[in-house]
């Protein structure tokens, strides 16, 4: 198991854990609502429902590699931005 730290930490007396199926024993609950999830693009697994965009069957923020990943997209998702209203 990995040890918390600003990247990772576990909150399996959280009632709702684990929110997704599991793949394998790494679970990662430091981003319990994604933050990309506004993103059209988010680079998830999500399909829509009724007009409502449905993350049930992604793994990214909970995977190993999942804090660095929303990180990268976040920065690239802000500079973007700055780009169009710098326009």
Do not use: A, W
């Not at 990772?8 to 990662?28: R, S, V, W």
């Amino acid at each position: 198991m990995t040890k918390p730290s600003y990247k990772y930490y576990q909150n399996t007396d959280c009632e709702y854990f684990p929110c997704h199926k599991k793949n394998g024993e790494f679970f990662n609950c430091m981003f319990c609502y994604c933050p990309l999830y506004l993103l059209e693009d988010c680079g998830g697994n999500y399909k829509y429902y009724q007009g409502i965009k449905d993350c049930s069957d992604c793994l990214i923020p909970h995977s190993e590699k999942g804090y660095d990943y929303i990180n990268k997209k976040l920065k690239t998702e802000i500079e973007r931005r700055k780009k169009d209203v710098l326009k």
